[in-house]
Structure formats: C-alpha cells, structure tokens
C-alpha cells in the first residue's frame, strides 16, 4: 500500500472516531483488549508434522489462548493474562520452555525467561536457570521483588527457592525428544544448526481493558549450547519489550541476530516514533474553511495507527533481521487492539484473540 494510502486509511479511521461517539468510545474507553501468543518458529511444515501432532500443537496454544483471554475479558491485567499463559505453555512438553526444555552441550538445562509491564516500563529476567518449574514466575519475581532487573545462574536458582517458587528436578525437564536431538548433536550425527524444530520459546503480548499492555518469554534456549551462551529471550529490548505508548512485543527464532538488532524494542520504537507523525500527515488532509484554518483537529486519543502500518513496521524489521542472517519471528499487541505476527520462517505456533475477533491459532506459513 502506497504512503499516501495509508495515511488516508488512518485519516479516515481518525474521522470515523471523530465523527461517530459510539466507535470514538469504544475505542477509548478501555473495553478493548488482546492478546497474541507463540510457541515458536522455525522449520514449522506440513509434511514434518503428523496430523495428531498438528492437532495436538493447535490443541495447547487454543488451551493457552483461552486461558488469557478468559483473563482479558474478564477485567484482568495484561501482567496476569501473559504469566498464566505462558504457564500453560512451559507445563506442555511440546515446547521448548519450562518441561519438555532443551538440553544444552552438558546435558543440563539452562532455561531463560523475561517480563515486561508497559504501563511502568518495569520489567524482570532469569538467563541460565534450572530447578524453577516455571521460569516466567521467576522473571515476574525479579520485577516484582527485587531490586534489579536480571538474574543469571546460581544466584537467580537461589533467588526462586527464596522466593518459595515451585522446584523441579532435572528429570522434570526431560523428554525422550529432547534427549533424542541432544543425543545426536553429540554423535555429531546432526549439527546444532540442523537440529529439527531447534525452536520452540513460548511468548504472550497482550493489552488489558485499561490499555496497559505486558509482553512476556520463556525458553531452553538452543539445542547443544555451551559457554554459558544466553539468547535473546531473557534479553529486554532483544527478546521481549513492552511500553504502553507503542507496542508489547515477544520474540522467537536465532536469538544471537535478535540481540544485535535489538528486534522487540526497534518495533516499538519505530511505532512510537511513527505514530505522532501520521496524525501531522493526517492533520494536513483535513479540509480547511475559507479562512485558511482547518475543520476540525485531529486529536491524538481519536487517532489510530491502521493495521497495515503496523505489519508494515514488524516485517520492515524481521526483513532486516534476515538480511543480518537471523530466521525467526515475533508477535505484537498494540495500544489500538490489534494483535499479530511477523515471521521469516517456514512456519510459526501462533495465535491470537481480541476484543473484536474469534480466537484463532495457526501454524505454518500458510494458514488463514
Ligand atoms: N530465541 C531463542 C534463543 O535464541 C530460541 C528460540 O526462540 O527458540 O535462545
């Protein structure tokens, strides 16, 4: 869509607000809400997938989606709605986030997760932990009640026992498949690039009824990793971000081309930055009377960023990140409604709810 379309579009969207009380105070009233869930990217095709894993995978992230968006609809926080989603998808060994983690270069797991609250920029992260049973309950502890921002290690395993969070033992972690891929990158029979599905982070955005808007990551990371590598899941900016005036995003796929761009925050800001401008450009369209001055004013709380314009900035910026070599994708929640992704892999577990829509979940590239 050309420019001068999409302006028009949020033109017209502003003079709709504008013009009917009724969509004016839907859409500023708070009675909005969305969510957008992931269970990661990658190699994600039909004919690797049997038809009960298919329906198995669409069972968990429905399961997932619900459970949110019974939250959303129900006056709950963006906060409450992602933790106790992405719960669900850490307890299911399908994914590779809480049970069912990957196993790193010692056969050990070093899970990382992060949180974000966009209504206070507040956020928490463990990189490099085990023995917590849900990794997104220690990033929101670390929010919550401590000082810092993120734990690594040791310390952050100390931390989530002090807390009185739930602990596991490392059997808990391990599925047969897990120990299957670990099993073959150390016979070298597969390299840690080819293993299958390498990607499977969990991840929930989502904007409540009051507009405050949470993002949230969970993840074992990548299959055979050493040296203490860390991805960009627990990495706020990289992985997950979520400031109320632009965006909640949480993201999936090769975490090291993450980092470097910086995907999650890079969107926001590119939302933020952008928004103030279309309404100028949609103020200049305005008719003016014969005084020169123009009809009316568009004020920013009338004014929305249409939903092509922010598919257009998320694939702008996954377009960067594979043209760097990264593969993977993201998902968003925005401060207008919309929820949505943006991936350059084969295929992405996904799904989304809002206010306005039917829950949906797909899979591969080509789902509708
Ligand atoms: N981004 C994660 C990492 O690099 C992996 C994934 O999303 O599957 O650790």
New binding site residues.
Partial sequence: MTRYLQILLGLTLATCAALSPALAEDSDSGENWSIAIHG???TIKRENITPEKDAEIRAALNAALMTGSNILRDGGSAMDAITATIIILEDDPNF?AGKGAVFTWDKTNAL?SSIMDGSDLSAGAAAGINGTKNPILLARAVKDNSPHVMLSGEGANQFSREQGLEQVTADYYATPRRIKQIEAVLAKEISVADVDY????VGAVAMDRNGNMAAG?S????TG?RWG?????PIIGA?TYADNRSCAIS??????Y?IRLGVAHEICTRIRMRWPIAIDEAQLTVPKDADGNYTYMIHASEFMLPDEEIQQIANDVIAELGELGGD?GIIYATPWGQAGYSFNTAGMYRGRATSDSEQSVEIYGDDE
């Fill in positions: 990661g990217a990658g590779n990382d390498k990607f499977g982070t990551t993840t074992g990371g990548m990793k590598r860390v991805g960009d899941s992985g993201a999936t796929g090769s975490g090291e993450f993977g």
